[in-house]
């Protein structure tokens, strides 16, 4: 079934109007007419099930038929503060945690981060890394396409993370045992937002993990071997994502 976002103030007492660029896709590439299943989702905290009225080339209009809430979304937020890596690795990062749910993605410039982004390239990456976090959202039935916010620098993260968010971990290969690791882990409970800082090729200088120690991050262990920092946070996620998850009986 395919799936769209809309704002709210999109969505009626029986149906919902979608316009912008959707329409063309679903007009002129899947070829839509009237009497198709959708997916809607207000980006917010309902799922809509439709089914098209009408598709005309600046609106297709279509009957809300049952709604949900909050129906796929994990019960606490997670943000992920990636440091920049080398070539095409954001855009799988991305993908992948927005899949594992994470909450928001913020690039982060390391000490060691090689790829440098000047105003223009940052505005063209953004856009791009944005456009793959509403098409993995799509894929996976988000309620919400997950941020891709600007670039921060290392301090500038930290700052946010220590006045924003209930708590920041931050993987390190000398961080100590697993069982600490798990301790600080549950800490993370619904209800919380969450931080993640994965360092980019090359890993974090000390300085940098003592500094984050300074604004509050935790050091983590992800185990005694070493991960690549497109697979580092998604690893975190998944561990984050299958221990937040709600059971099917709660």
Known sequence: MYHFFVNQDQVGEETISITGPDVNHMKNVLR???GEEILVSNGVDKDYLCETVSVSSEEVLAKILSV??????????????????????????????VELGVYEI?????????VKLDKKKEESKLKRWQAVSESAAKQSKRLIIPKVSGVMTFRQALEFSEKELDRTVIPFEHAGNM???????????PGMSAGIFIGPEGGFEDSEVELAKAHGAKPITLGKRILRTETAGLALLSVLSFQLEPSETE
């Open 68 to 97: 949900t809430e909050g129906g796929t979304e994990l019960p606490a937020r997670l943000y992920l503060f990636q440091g920049l890596p080398k070539s095409d690795k954001m855009e799988l990062i991305i993908q992948k945690a």
């Open 179 to 189: 069982r600490a690791t798990r301790e600080i882990l549950k800490e993370i409970e």
């Open 32 to 34: 839509m007419g009237a």
């Open 106 to 114: 913020i690039p982060v410039e390391t000490k060691r981060t090689v």
